[in-house]
């Protein structure tokens, strides 16, 4: 192989280094891209995870707040029926002579 070869084939070596070196620099951007990215979907998925929890928290005060005017409304059904009840008796009793 002659000297002018050997430069030829030098100076092809030199420009496939370069091309290669600028892939890797690429390839690291990416990879620094990739791992920013990763690092932003934990961040979204712990917010995701509190959210759920706070969602499943908010549910059952909800539901707690629809079910309170059936539960007063079943204390005040309770409490007249229990009058109801305790006049007949005192009725009955009084009827009976024992009042």
Do not use: C, N, Y
Not at 29 to 45: P, S
Not at 71 to 88: C, F, H, N, Q, S
């Amino acid at each position: 192989m002659t000297e002018e070869e050997k430069t030829i084939l030098l100076t092809q070596h030199d420009g496939q280094i370069k091309r290669h070196e600028g892939r890797i620099r690429d390839l690291e951007r990416r990879q620094d891209d990739l791992d920013k990215l990763v690092a932003a979907m934990a961040t979204v998925e712990q917010k995701q995870a509190s959210m759920d929890e706070d969602l499943k928290e908010i549910k059952k005060d909800v539901k707690l707040l629809a079910q309170r005017p059936g539960k007063r409304w079943d204390a005040v059904v309770e409490k007249v029926l229990t009058a109801l009840a305790g006049a007949l008796v005192g009725f009955l009793l009084m009827k009976a002579g024992i009042g």
